[in-house]
């Protein structure tokens, strides 16, 4: 049986890979992938655009006088999460300076959240941080690439009637549901490569063209990370490949099955933040695909803490998060398979 | 009990060994498909023996397709059961030994036709280049194995349909339609290719609207009607069992020929047919026919005796059968 599904594997390789489709969709990948890395170097050089893409253009600005002199204090948000104190601060007597600089620090808290610190942007294009950026970053893009190209590998025989040749030749309908499934996993897998081979391509770009002194080949992280992350998102985006495998085999049409695959991805994103305007339905949203997906890729970036009755707050989201995952691969894949093993094989429905 | 359908008596060997001539390649036991209220097949109980040329005749929408669908595992019986090479083995292994096209062959327009083979060889485990070279020149695509499958015409698709499925030199060929789309000339080659292939206990299933094509190719057939077994025997048999012969005759009057020779007690049946007469009554009654309407001044100008074709005991059963 494995051996069949492996063989069977192989050669749903041999066809697919001279298919354009799962190119294209390759291409689009590297190059959104590609947008984080560039938009980080450039704010991490660049102060304007570092408020302009943190979302944040909010400044700081009071005037008061000050042994009879009129100082006015500006400073951006950029500025202040960066921890830069005003030049003028030196002004100011010891009071007042104190004052000064806890209202800074509360329009800070207050104004600044989306700010990111120049060192922050700079993680996402330095090695080796740049690849877990570039697998967080694709997260979004990644599930609707994967759901096009399994419904397409499962749906398009449906299509073209080969489900019928393929079957005649005794392949059996579990070992070659089973090896489609393995293909675009395995499809996954090596676009999370090519992903990081881009994201390292690029981070030794940025690194030889860096237009000041800052930037370089500096040391962000663990690469051992990298792997932990790798096999995360992998494992993030298997409940994609199961949900377009069940909405391909019930529709039997591979654009049908796209279709209904990114309605309910959009679904989700709806939602999601209807369900926490309600206390009882927010405790919903965390067995939420979509959302357990995030939290389980997000929370490999956040240190655990010891919560106020000594458990540790990120591992039970993580783990519930992992179960929320494994549930949905599990509960889809198998209807999949039990809607395929039973029904009739029509002919050729023309797509 | 698993049939009574009537078993076959080839009476060819085709030098095929006789313990193969005793084996039944495909039993079927009230193998029965609905969908939904129509019933698809109903209640088929059929065998085939190995080494056959075997016929599945039947109009449109009498269940042909549907059977051979249930034999390759495509469609779920509803009820009843069937095997393949009279074994127990899983449908999946009996399936390696068959080959098989169902209705108009499918394959991926993306890929050459070689390309489309090597996929389908290499799905049962196989690396055989050579096979893909000699099937290609058998079915004469030598030349246009590297164009892409959907730069085929249809009759060199159902070629390439062919090819298919003699991959792995199946002990079973289950042919549907399979000189749908060709020109006469590859219909012709076909007919010809076929009773080569059922060579060394090879048997061949095949379902055909071209039913010249049938008696020329086929041991046996089957008949469906409204998904029901309504005949089943050697061709010869079949065609010999309706018992008396058609003359069919053209007259000075026709409409006056009709009433006098429908007087006469060995004449069964008597029409008219177009500018013709056709009447139901044994060969030797040909030179009464000239006397009896001789006497009536009527002049016979052609006379013909209509042998009895396997179309015509087709188009009979299912008439009958239509009529019940």
Known sequence: ?351 | MWTHAKQLNRGDTRGIPDQYLTEYVIKTDGLTKTYGDVLAVDDLSLTIPRGSIFGLLGPNGSGKTTTMGMLLGLVKPTSGRFSLFDSEMRQEDSLHRVGAIVETPSFYPYLSGRSNLAYFQGITGRNNQNELDDLLIRVGLAERGHSRFRTYSLGMKQRLGLAYALLGDPELLILDEPTNGMDPAGMAEIRDLIPNLATGGRTVLLSSHLLHEVEQVCDSVAILSHGKLIAQGEVSELVNSRGEDKIRLATTDNAKAVNVLSAMDWASEVSLDGDSVVVTAPNERSSDISATLGRSEIYVTEMAVVEMSLEQYFLDVTEDESED
């Open chain 1, 1 to 351: 049986m494995v051996i069949n599904i492996l063989n069977l594997t192989r050669w749903e390789w041999f066809k697919s890979r001279r298919r354009l489709m799962p190119w294209i969709l390759l291409a689009v990948a590297v190059i959104i992938g590609q947008i984080p890395i560039w938009i980080a170097y450039s704010a991490f050089h660049n102060d304007d655009l570092q408020a302009l893409f943190s979302g944040s253009i909010n400044s700081y600005s009071a005037s008061t006088e000050v042994n009879g002199e009129l100082v006015t204090v500006e400073m951006t948000c950029v500025e202040l999460v960066e921890g830069r104190m005003p030049p003028e601060l030196g002004k100011f007597p010891v009071d007042e300076r104190r004052e000064l600089v806890e209202d800074l620090e509360r329009f800070r808290t207050e104004s600044c959240g989306g700010t990111l610190a120049k060192e922050e942007y700079r993680t996402a294009f330095v090695l080796p941080s740049a690849i877990e950026e570039i697998f967080k970053s694709s997260m979004g893009l990644l599930p609707i690439l994967i759901m096009i190209l399994a419904a397409s590998v499962v749906g398009s025989e449906y299509g073209m009637g080969t489900l019928r040749t393929v079957l005649t030749k005794g392949t059996g309908r579990w070992p070659l549901l089973s090896s489609k499934l393995l293909l675009v996993l395995l499809t996954v897998a090596g676009v999370l490569v090519v992903l990081a081979v881009t994201a390292i391509a690029a981070s030794l770009i940025a690194a030889v063209i860096p237009p000041s002194e800052e930037g370089g080949f500096a040391d962000s992280g663990k690469w051992s990370e990298m792997v932990v992350t790798f096999g995360k998102a992998l494992y993030g985006l298997s409940p994609y490949i199961a949900l377009s495998a069940l909405f391909a085999v019930l529709t039997q049409s591979s654009a049908i099955s796209i279709a209904a695959s990114l309605s309910y991805y959009v679904l989700e994103l709806i939602i999601t933040p209807l369900f926490r305007i309600n206390e009882t339905l927010e405790k919903l949203t965390g067995f939420i695909l979509g959302g357990s997906v995030n939290n389980w890729m997000q929370a490999a970036f956040v240190e655990v803490e010891v919560n106020s009755e000594g458990g540790f707050n990120e591992q039970t989201d993580l783990f519930q998060s992992f179960l929320v995952i494994l549930a949905y691969i599990v509960v889809l894949s198998t209807v999949a398979f039990w809607i395929f093993q039973r029904r009739d094989i029509a002919g050729a429905k023309g797509e």
